[in-house]
């Protein structure tokens, strides 16, 4: 993902440190001692939430450490012995941001916590995040706990595009079920912007007194998301609102319209087909929309039949070498197969040369 860093205007946040981001594009709308590292409290959790998410087997049944129990802080209130799948571990997890399931979730994924911190701080160097360093699963505070706004931006954006961790991190209530003994206990997020602004989708609240309040929100409206993060901020419900409004408001919306696109056939009645007519937009950061492209990708050639309504082409929106969008697209019509004709091996060399030939059909605009 590629950062562009724009400098603070008018807008301020409480924040020691803040970014507001784009999610798609990767631009930075907003920085306010963004690359400076920071104790980040229980926003780690999005890193411990990924890497278990990733590792899959959410169903796995794990039994309850006393030293799972025994973790300061907030937490789920699980007892030695107890028995839940890693699935409701996450839930735990990511509502009420328990320490004791961010504990438990390293020793069901890892043989350690020393091995899940050494894969978290792996896979913080395969992000890019240069000024990152975990020493534990849940955010307690450590001198070498530590990451930046920036940094948690780029993880949320990346944690995002996976569909469990995005339905996870924007549920407002959820059961967390117990395997042993056999109960549910209702669970309560929170994030207070969930129920409070418009389009939000996450992500995760934290504290600690070294910390303060930190907190990675995410909100998406008309097709673009957008990442706000403070890192001790006092106020931080207020400024992420107005981080977000800010954003949303000098965004701006590009359209294409596909229309009049053939693609040759071989072996058919026609020597064209239509693509279907189609529009297509995107909402980007301002500083973004010149250097988004639409570009439509179809083959050479498609040979006969073709069925009206069938895939044969794609629409890419990207922004510098990012894909943004991928939208299928159809043919128009259909085409149906001639019957084979005997040629000779001239003719049929002839006829393949003639649609060897062609070009990769590309539209940009």
């Given at each position: 993902m590629i950062s562009v860093a724009v400098p603070a205007g008018a807008l301020r946040t409480s924040a020691r440190a803040a970014v507001l981001m784009d999610a798609a594009t990767g631009v930075v709308l907003y920085a306010q001692n963004e690359n400076e590292p920071r104790a980040m409290a229980s926003t780690t959790k999005i890193m411990t939430a990924l890497l278990v998410l990733e590792s899959g087997d959410l169903d796995k049944a794990y039994t309850v450490t006393a030293a799972d129990a025994a973790v300061e802080g907030s937490a789920l209130g699980m007892k030695a012995g107890e028995v839940l799948s890693v699935r409701a571990l996450l839930t735990g997890l990511m509502l009420v941001s328990g320490n004791d399931t961010a504990h438990a979730l390293a020793n069901a994924l890892c043989a350690s916590q020393e091995a899940f911190v050494e894969r978290m701080n792996q896979k913080a160097k395969q992000l890019g995040l240069k000024h990152t360093h975990f020493t534990n699963p849940a955010g307690l505070s450590d001198a070498q706990h530590y990451s930046t706004a920036l940094d948690m931006a780029v993880l949320t954006a990346v944690a995002l595009r996976n569909p469990l961790f995005a339905a996870l991190c924007r549920q407002q209530k959820a059961e967390v079920d117990f395997i042993k003994p056999q109960k549910s206990v209702a669970v309560y997020n929170h994030n207070r912007l969930l129920a409070q602004y418009s389009g939000c989708i996450g992500v995760k609240?934290?504290?600690?007194?070294?910390?303060?309040?930190?907190?990675?929100?995410?909100?998406?409206?008309?097709?673009?998301?957008?990442?706000?993060?403070?890192?001790?901020?006092?106020?931080?419900?207020?400024?992420?609102?107005?981080?977000?409004?800010d954003g949303f408001a000098h965004a701006r919306e590009l359209r294409f319209r596909v229309r009049e696109v053939k693609i040759p056939v071989a072996g058919g009645g026609v020597a064209h087909i239509s693509l279907s007519e189609q529009e297509a937009s995107i909402r980007v950061p301002e500083e973004a929309a010149r250097e988004v492209t639409f570009q439509i990708c179809a083959p050479r050639f498609l040979y006969a039949p073709v069925e009206k309504g069938q895939e044969v082409a794609y629409l890419l929106i990207m922004y510098r070498s990012t894909q943004l969008q991928r939208i299928p697209l159809y043919s128009a019509d259909a085409v149906e197969r001639l019957q084979a004709e005997k040629r000779s091996f001239w003719e049929r060399l002839l006829h393949y040369g003639k649609y060897r030939n062609q070009t990769s059909k590309i539209f940009s605009g």
């Open positions: 609240t934290g504290y600690t007194q070294a910390a303060g309040r930190c907190l990675v929100s995410a909100a998406r409206r008309q097709g673009q998301t957008l990442i706000a993060v403070t890192l001790s901020d006092a106020d931080d419900w207020a400024d992420h609102k107005a981080l977000l409004d």
